[in-house]
């Protein structure tokens, strides 16, 4: 009985004296955070708290770009009726990109249609602190997307902004958008 009491206790003093056992996650987001910077990233807390699916991140997508394409044809027409032709003529060309970046979206999505459904980001809530030389950040519940593939798209202290770069996640979106350097 004794030696199973020792070797028990062997195990546990073992077992804290163990590494932390890598985690992607908490890695991805402090490279992310650091981006490239000789510091420190230590993650007190991350919980994972929604996810969204290509499908609906390309609904998110086009009600952006139907919102934009109905303000740029308002400014149009209002400055075709005061009579002022450049400014008509550049929210001309804008509402002709919002269409070519539209049909690029349905493009985009017929070429994924198999995967509508799959996972195209994950968000978290997370808490942790990053130091860099003589200076520190502290992250108290900041926001994450991050990618089934481990790709950070976002990181934002205000939860409203979190979505705002989630067409990251979209396979081609950027470099369909930078078809127009001025984009």
Request: hydrophobic fraction near 40%; proline fraction near 3%; charged fraction near 30%.
């Amino acid at each position: 009985m004794k030696n199973i009491v020792k070797l028990l206790a062997l195990c546990f003093l073992a077992a804290g004296c163990a590494k932390e056992a890598p985690d992607p996650v908490r890695d991805a987001l402090g490279a992310y955070i650091l981006a490239g910077r000789e510091g420190t990233f230590r993650l007190e807390r991350i919980e994972k708290i929604d996810s969204t699916s290509f499908r609906t991140e390309f609904e998110r997508r086009q009600n952006v770009f139907d919102l934009k394409l109905r303000e740029e044809t308002r400014l149009y027409d209002d400055y075709v009726r005061q009579g002022k032709p450049r400014n008509a003529a550049r929210h001309s060309d804008a509402i002709l990109r919002t269409w070519e970046v539209m049909a690029g979206l349905d493009s985009l999505r017929a070429c994924l249609e198999a995967r509508l459904d799959e996972i195209a980001y994950y968000d978290y809530v997370f808490s942790g602190r990053v130091d860099i030389g003589n200076t520190y950040s502290v992250f108290q519940e900041a926001y994450a997307s991050m990618t089934p593939a481990l790709e950070v798209i976002t990181v934002s202290t205000d939860r409203k902004d979190l979505h705002k770069a989630g067409g990251r996640a979209i396979p081609g979106y950027l470099q369909m958008l930078r078809e127009d350097p001025e984009e």
